[in-house]
């Protein structure tokens, strides 16, 4: 039972153009998402995450959307660069926090110069 | 600043024997947490310690088993290995459970033959 979806394995995009990868989940209980980003041979490095009582959160280039409703996240990086190619994943927790992640199985990202 | 450190960083077992993976985690950090990652997919959550305290166990069979030390280094233990049992595991270390960010180490990858 996957919980976390990513639905796209690769996306290819533009360099300097927008980036979006794309969560959905199915548990109603998660109330914390996460992203992380992992480069090979590297653990996953965290990059942003999003409380449930959001809809919103910045930091830089990067945005994570929430839409509980829908119970959608995506994450949107703008201008995209060359350093961004990497493995995208999503994951969310039941609390604030990182206990107990569950993650996505990633989206690959590479960034076309 | 020394990251999350796991050794080793590649095993190869028989099937039936058993192994020990270990992870440092960053220096001020006492809570730990284990993944299981299958290739092709995400990080599956295996185990997490705090204070030297098992506080959370993923769906996985007792053949796995963790522990923490006084010093907040882990070690975790897999019994009777299978070929399924291949994958990349992954310690990440915080503060608290409830910190928002967790530090991956770099992972041990473990091939079963």
């Known amino acids: 039972d996957q919980q976390v979806k990513q639905n796209s394995p690769s996306l290819s995009v533009q360099e300097g153009r927008i980036s979006i990868l794309n969560c959905d989940y199915t548990?109603?209980?998660?109330?914390?998402f996460l992203w992380y980003k992992k480069y090979p041979a590297e653990g996953p490095t965290f990059l942003i995450s999003i409380s449930s009582i959001k809809d919103k959160n910045e930091d830089g280039r990067f945005t994570v959307f929430l839409n509980k409703s829908a119970k959608h996240l995506s994450l949107h990086i703008v201008p995209s660069q060359p350093g961004d190619s990497a493995v995208y994943f999503c994951a969310a927790s039941v609390g604030f926090g990182n206990e107990k992640l569950t993650f996505g199985t990633g989206t690959r990202l590479t960034i076309i110069p | 600043d020394a990251g999350v450190t796991q050794s080793p960083t590649h095993l190869i077992k028989t099937r039936g024997q058993h192994v020990t993976l270990r992870c440092s985690p960053i220096s001020g950090h006492k809570s730990v947490s284990w993944y299981q990652q299958v290739l092709g997919q995400g990080p599956q959550f295996i185990f997490q310690?705090?204070?030297?305290?098992?506080?959370g166990r993923g769906n996985f069979p007792d053949r796995f088993s963790a522990r923490q030390f006084p010093n907040y280094s882990s070690e975790l233990n897999v019994n009777a290995l299978l070929l399924g049992d291949s994958a990349l595991y992954l310690c990440?270390?915080?503060?608290?459970?409830?910190?928002?960010?967790?530090?991956f180490g770099q992972g041990t990858r473990l091939t079963v033959v």
């Open positions: 990440a270390s915080s503060p608290t459970p409830t910190d928002t960010e967790a530090f």
């Open positions: 548990n109603s209980m998660f109330d914390y």
């Open positions: 310690y705090y204070e030297k305290e098992e506080r």
